[in-house]
């Protein structure tokens, strides 16, 4: 009978040896730009409540109508969590973080996922790190969460990415410009596409989010939600504006910039990049200043981005950055003989110890093979051990890179290694 073949479910990847080396340096280089914001770290599970996700994200968006994984065990509803922003401001409300005083600085890195047609920069395991401040609306807030978003592209080294920037308002701006925006499509409504017809009574904003073709031309032309603006949303998209460019940072207005849902308020935005194709979004995020409440929190305006590891990856490739170093040991020790591995095998802890990456053959394999295999995992030096070295406690340490060899004690071998 043939063995069984297994792979991994369609759109969820392995990340093999070969590639954790640059997930790392990427982790690495979020964990560091959050210190220096003053961001901590939060960790929730990857299951949630289902109500929570359809709650948070809302049941007419596409995450929740088709996306989602999700299932029953017993009587709970377990989803597997497409984003972190509802999961966040869940551990929020229930931890009742606002007592921990002043606002809530927080950000993450973990898998997300969404039953999606995986393509180039889709899939259905995928990675975001995101940050979230929570209970400032202060412009201050908006703009330290896109300078810390933008600072880690800079670390990664990509920079030709584009910001785009809108304001969607507070819930009586919206109301005024949803009015606005029916009243200009009710005249061609019979022209738009199925979904576009079936948005425009509930959520006619998100008609300009469509990608239909026969919507092109009505969005085109369509008012802007800048223009029904009230005083209060206007001034602080006017301070979000004049702190981006106190600080440097380039924006482009995109007033098609719409999040559907109510709860998302005033800043919106996202970053794309001309490196990656039909799926150009690097990051998105904005300000969501009625979901703390709608999950049953207290009052809290907040405010978060999120950005997908994967794309920010294909990035760099096309870039030709490379964010991870070549993969190599310091020393490799080379035994001839039982005593030998023996001594190697007792002597590598005191190598691990003075700060060395250190490794030996595992395959009892001969001296050639193991100098071949020094190689292959880049070793910078060779420690060579045989019966005579035994003897006189003196060992060939070997430069491999610049092909130098001297005779050395252990204990000096050690300390002119050591880090
Ligand atoms: P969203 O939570 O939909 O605003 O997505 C934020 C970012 O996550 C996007 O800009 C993408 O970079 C990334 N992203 C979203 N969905 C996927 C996916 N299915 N596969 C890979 N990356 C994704």
């Known amino acids: 009978m043939p063995k069984p073949k297994y792979t991994s479910h369609v759109g969820m990847v392995d990340i093999l040896p070969d590639e ?16 220096k914001f003053n961001f901590e770290e939060i960790r929730t599970p990857i299951m949630e409540q289902t109500e929570l996700i359809v709650r948070g994200i809302g049941q007419l968006t596409d995450i929740v109508s088709k996306e989602i994984f999700a299932f029953e065990k017993g009587d709970s509803h377990y989803v597997l969590r497409p984003e972190l922003t509802a999961p966040v401001v869940r551990a929020f409300v229930e931890h009742h973080m606002e007592q921990r005083g002043g606002s809530q600085k927080l950000y993450y ?51 030709n990415f584009e910001l785009k920037l809108n304001s969607v308002g507070d819930p009586e701006s919206r109301e005024a410009y949803k009015e606005a925006l029916r009243e200009y499509l009710k005249p061609n409504l019979g022209k738009l596409s199925e979904l576009s017809q079936k948005r425009f009574e509930k959520n006619p904003m998100r008609i300009l989010d469509s990608k239909e073709d026969e919507d092109q031309p009505f969005i085109k032309d369509a008012p802007v939600i800048n223009d029904y603006l009230n005083e209060e949303s206007k001034a602080h998209f006017q301070q979000v504006k004049d702190y981006l460019d106190d600080l440097g940072i380039n924006y482009t207005l995109d007033p098609h910039l719409v999040r559907g849902l109510d709860y998302y308020t005033r800043t919106a935005f996202e970053l794309t990049s001309p490196d990656l194709g039909s799926q150009d979004a690097l990051a998105g995020g904005g300000r969501y200043d009625l979901l703390v409440e709608e999950i049953g929190g207290p009052s809290t305006p907040a405010i978060g981005f999120a950005a997908g590891m994967e794309r920010l990856f294909i990035a760099c490739e096309e870039l030709e950055i ?4 070549e ?5 490799y020790f080379v035994t001839l003989g039982d005593a030998a591995r023996k001594w190697a095998l007792t002597h590598l802890p005191k190598a691990r110890e003075a700060g060395l990456s250190a490794t030996m053959d595992y395959m009892s394999r001969s001296m050639k093979a193991q100098m071949k295999d020094a190689n292959r995992e880049n070793a910078h030096y060779t420690i060579i051990i045989g019966d005579n070295e035994l003897a006189e406690g003196k060992f060939t340490l070997r430069n491999m890179k610049e092909s130098e060899e001297i005779s050395l004690g252990f204990e000096d071998i050690l300390a002119k290694l050591g880090v």
């Open 20 to 35: 954790s080396p640059k997930w790392r340096a990427l982790e690495t280089i979020i964990h560091e730009e959050a210190a």
């Open 109 to 159: 890195i973990g898998p997300m996922f969404r039953a999606e047609r995986p393509q180039k920069g889709r899939q259905r395991q995928f990675h975001q790190f995101g940050a979230e401040v929570l209970g400032s609306d202060d412009p201050v807030a908006d703009v330290e969460i896109i300078a810390l978003m933008i600072r880690v592209y800079e670390r990664v080294g990509i920079s």
């Open 322 to 325: 490379e964010l991870a170093k």
């Open 327 to 331: 993969k190599s040991v310091d020393v």
